[in-house]
């Protein structure tokens, strides 16, 4: 311990002498219109020795720290000739470089130099206006990112799953199916780049336990207007979806006002799937199932933002979005048993209506201290979700000569309110050195009643066992610090957060109040000043506290032959994450590590106690679980037509249930590969493939699935219309599930509507007036995922 303080204060006592010997220089990287250029790699050479190294921001400015001189000067951006010139050093201001685009064009650039690049704590993708990023929505922008997965189980990064996604430093608060068809609705065509950050540091929460994603929209334009409309289809036999949406962006003098709206109406949504039950060492019993939903949604969302740039130092800033689903969920269900010969049949219709409201609003204040970057920020938001559901139940059951019906009905409320409100000072100094503090109150609630009632005697009667009111309530309040500096060819970051929490709920049945810290530290050695080999190593303490669905205690009714119940004696998830990464020229990168979990909450199939026929999904916490990475990045280009971009994600996962249990391994994989093709007359063809392995959960799975997607696109009228059709799994290729009990093995196989066969088709029409600008948007801190707050689907 003695050894590490010595060798921290030698560190601070470098970086303090670096800072005091050298006068902070400010310059601006720009291209030959005028257009700010973000990470700008620029470096200062006195002969050969490398004096000073920087990156530039949003708005194409660098500072770097270096005595007065005169030195040669590098400046790398993979979409722009390089510079290198000598200048003299005299002045603080070092004035505005200005780089020329590369003359072969973007589209041989993203192949040539990748648009993905590693930074100090993460992978930065810029997403060019290319044929490749073209009729793209977010989730398929996401597939490309750096070790990004994907699907309708949300955003997960090397392999942890519960990344929470932000855009424009606000968290979208939903997760799973809800986060996937949110990000469907923001195109490639508003996105400037996307930032994966696989592990988070201590300015974020500490749940952030999957690492974070970072969606920054594209620049817009200044007074004036610019905006896009853009209308999809989908269409196939299970799924008939139209999907408009529309952006508009205006800057006036000290206002900038951003508006977006879209909408989903599936005409069609069929989920088909067939379960069948292979019992252990038994030959005389038979049990099938099937079910068909058909999940019809209509849906809107708006959003409106407001800044409003008082002087060059303060902003204030509102956002308010609200959206609203209706979704009736029609569902026909038929079982077959056969047991000793007596066969036993059931046939049930659910119709489920559900809706749901959603309302958000933030307000941020931001006071900027220095040139150099340093700020004030104040920042509060509120959530308001209420969800009602309204659902009647039939069922007819045959056995033998024997014959009965069920009908009964529910009727449900949900009310999720979450506020946060977060002070941070950010403090930027000589030599390049930054160091932050915040503090931030969290407050999340939920407020459930769902009531159940069965038609008995000729009238309706209250299910006591299946009925249940459902309160808690969460404080969390935070503290955090974190420091950075350049040494020499080193990078270094640290940072360490207090989060203490109070869980309240069931009217004092649950009680819950703890304090705990989480350290983060990062250190990137750069083999050269240019950055183009770098190795990169991590670490971070994370927690992953049950969803308040998890505590629930009363039994939630899936059909009649399942149901889930909660586990209140759920502790929380604790995580270490280490992680190493090599990035070679930019693009190809190279990264390994764990995910080291503690108490991990896992859902557990089990037979009811009172009737073998009957399952139940409950969480339960296991002993330990860890996953070990390994993700490869890479782009080929094996001829002059053809781009290639590879993203290969590896996991070992270790699994104990108890702590007396052996370790269970598994081996999982997740791919994803593009191969693009320049075709006659400005046409593009892709072709995509997306691949995982089975995949794991308790004793239950989704197995092996390999998808093929295909698009071919062109640009209209200028450029200013862009189209695309394509069809999406070509071979209609099925998803199936596993679930193991100690009496039986379930197995499920169907087609699920979004991710079946179907052809899109996809319009946009690009409109502007005025100068280019950046975009301004309005910061948002609420970091608490709603994930926590959505009911468990199961696997049923």
Same mark, same amino acid.
């Given at each position: 311990m003695r050894l590490l303080i010595k060798i921290g204060l030698i560190l601070l006592l470098l970086t303090l002498c670096h800072i005091l010997s050298a006068q902070n220089r400010i310059g601006y990287v720009t291209s030959s219109k005028g257009e700010p250029i973000e990470f700008a790699t620029i470096a200062f050479f006195n002969g050969d020795k490398p004096v000073a190294t920087a990156i530039s921001d949003s708005v194409g400015r660098f500072t770097l720290a270096m005595a007065d001189g005169r030195y040669h000067m590098k400046i790398r951006n993979l979409a722009y000739k390089p510079v290198d010139e000598d200048i003299t050093a005299s002045d603080q201001n070092l004035g505005v470089f200005k780089l020329t685009e590369t003359a072969i064009g973007l589209n041989e650039v993203v192949v040539k130099a990748s648009a993905i690049t590693r930074e100090a704590d993460r992978f930065v993708m810029r997403i060019d206006k290319t044929p490749a990023s073209l009729n793209k929505d977010a989730s398929e922008i996401l597939r490309l990112a750096p070790g990004v997965w994907v699907d309708e189980n949300g955003v997960s990064i090397n392999g942890a799953s519960g990344s929470k996604v932000f855009i424009n430093e606000r968290e979208i608060k939903l997760s799973g199916k809800d986060l996937y068809n949110y990000l469907r609705n923001i195109q490639s065509s508003n996105i400037a780049r996307v930032e994966v950050i696989p592990q988070a540091g201590a300015e974020y929460s500490a749940d952030t336990n999957g690492g974070v994603v970072k969606i920054i929209l594209r620049k817009q334009i200044e007074k004036g207007i610019n905006g896009n409309l853009v209308f999809n289809t989908l269409q196939g036999k299970y799924l008939g979806e139209y999907d408009p949406s529309g952006t508009l962006n205006v800057s006036l003098n000290k206002w900038t006002f951003d508006a977006s709206a879209s909408g989903n109406i599936t005409m069609k949504g069929k989920n088909e799937m067939a379960a069948t039950r292979a019992y252990h060492n038994d030959d005389n019993t038979y049990f099938k199932s099937q079910s068909l939903m058909n999940q019809k949604t209509r849906s809107g969302i708006g959003k409106i933002s407001a800044i409003y740039d008082a002087d060059k130092r303060n902003s204030l800033g509102a956002e308010i979005e609200y959206s609203k689903q209706s979704t009736p969920n029609p569902t026909?269900?038929?079982?077959?048993?056969?047991?000793?010969?007596?066969?036993?049949?059931?046939?049930?219709?659910?119709?489920?209506?559900?809706?749901?409201?959603?309302?958000?609003?933030?307000?941020?204040?931001?006071?900027?201290?220095?040139?150099?970057?340093?700020?004030?920020?104040?920042?509060?938001?509120?959530?308001?979700?209420?969800?009602?559901?309204?659902?009647?139940?039939?069922?007819?059951?045959?056995?033998?000569?024997?014959?009965?019906?069920?009908?009964?009905?529910?009727?449900?409320?949900?009310?999720?309110?979450?506020?946060?409100?977060?002070?941070?000072?950010?403090?930027?100094?000589?030599?390049?050195?930054?160091?932050?503090?915040?503090?931030?109150?969290?407050?999340?609630?939920?407020?459930?009643?769902?009531?159940?009632?069965?038609?008995?005697?000729?009238?309706?009667?209250?299910? &006591?066992?299946?009925?249940?009111?459902?309160?808690?309530?969460?404080?969390?309040?935070?503290?955090?610090?974190?420091?950075?500096?350049?040494?020499?060819?080193?990078?270094?970051?640290?940072?360490?957060?207090?989060?203490?929490?109070?869980?309240?709920?069931?009217?004092?049945?649950?009680?819950?109040?703890?304090?705990?810290?989480?350290?983060?530290?990062?250190?990137?050695?750069?083999?050269?000043?240019?950055?183009?080999?770098?190795?990169?190593?991590?670490?971070?303490?994370?927690?992953?506290?049950?969803?308040?669905?998890?505590?629930?205690?009363?039994?939630?009714q899936y059909s009649d032959y399942s149901y889930m119940v909660g586990n209140p004696e759920l502790r929380p998830t604790y995580i270490n994450n280490l992680g190493i990464t090599a990035v070679y020229h930019y693009r190809y990168i190279l990264s390994f590590g764990g995910h080291l979990h503690h108490d991990l909450i896992r859902e557990v199939c089990k037979i009811d106690p009172t009737n073998p026929k009957i399952t139940y999904i409950t969480p339960e916490n296991h002993y330990s679980e860890n996953h070990y990475y390994i993700a490869l990045i890479?782009?080929?280009? &094996?001829?002059?037509?053809?781009?290639?971009?590879?993203?290969?994600?590896?996991?070992?996962?270790?699994?104990?249930?108890?702590?007396?249990?052996?370790?269970?391994?598994?081996?999982?994989?997740?791919?994803?590969?593009?191969?693009?093709?320049?075709?006659?007359?400005?046409?593009?063809?892709?072709?995509?493939?997306?691949?995982?392995?089975?995949?794991?959960?308790?004793?239950?799975?989704?197995?092996?699935?390999?998808?093929?997607?295909?698009?071919?696109?062109?640009?209209l009228f200028g450029d200013r219309v862009s189209a695309a059709i394509g069809i999406n799994n070509i071979f209609d290729s099925k998803i199936s599930y596993f679930s193991n009990t100690p009496y039986f093995t379930i197995n499920s196989k169907g087609t699920e509507a979004q991710s079946s066969r179907y052809v899109k088709l996809s319009v946009q029409y690009n409109f502007k007036s005025g100068k280019s600008f950046k975009k301004r948007s309005v910061e948002n801190s609420s970091v608490e995922e709603k994930s926590r707050l959505e009911k468990s689907t199961g696997i049923k």
């Open positions: 026909s269900a038929n079982t077959l048993i056969i047991q000793n010969g007596l066969t036993a049949k059931g046939s049930s219709h659910y119709n489920q209506n559900e809706n749901a409201e959603n309302f958000n609003a933030l307000l941020n204040y931001i006071l900027k201290l220095d040139s150099l970057g340093s700020s004030l920020k104040v920042i509060t938001n509120y959530t308001k979700k209420k969800v009602t559901g309204k659902n009647d139940y039939n069922s007819y059951f045959t056995t033998g000569s024997f014959v009965s019906d069920s009908i009964y009905r529910s009727n449900s409320t949900s009310n999720y309110k979450i506020f946060t409100a977060d002070a941070m000072f950010n403090k930027a100094l000589h030599g390049g050195a930054k160091y932050s503090a915040g503090i931030k109150y969290t407050r999340n609630s939920i407020a459930d009643t769902v009531r159940y009632e069965s038609y008995s005697t000729s009238k309706w009667q209250t299910l &006591p066992d299946y009925s249940f009111l459902l309160n808690y309530t969460e404080n969390i309040g935070a503290m955090y610090g974190t420091f950075a500096a350049n040494i020499r060819q080193f990078s270094l970051s640290g940072g360490l957060r207090g989060e203490y929490t109070s869980v309240d709920g069931q009217n004092g049945y649950i009680s819950r109040h703890y304090f705990d810290l989480f350290p983060s530290v990062n250190v990137t050695y750069s083999f050269d000043a240019m950055h183009t080999f770098m190795l990169i190593g991590q670490y971070s303490r994370n927690i992953e506290r049950p969803n308040f669905w998890y505590l629930n205690p009363n039994r939630v890479f782009p080929l280009k &094996p001829v002059e037509w053809c781009n290639v971009n590879a993203n290969l994600v590896g996991v070992k996962q270790d699994i104990r249930a108890t702590a007396n249990d052996p370790v269970m391994s598994h081996y999982l994989y997740f791919a994803n590969i593009t191969a693009g093709f320049k075709l006659p007359k400005k046409y593009y063809l892709e072709l995509t493939y997306s691949g995982t392995s089975r995949l794991y959960s308790a004793n239950s799975g989704i197995n092996q699935r390999q998808l093929f997607h295909a698009v071919v696109k062109k640009q």
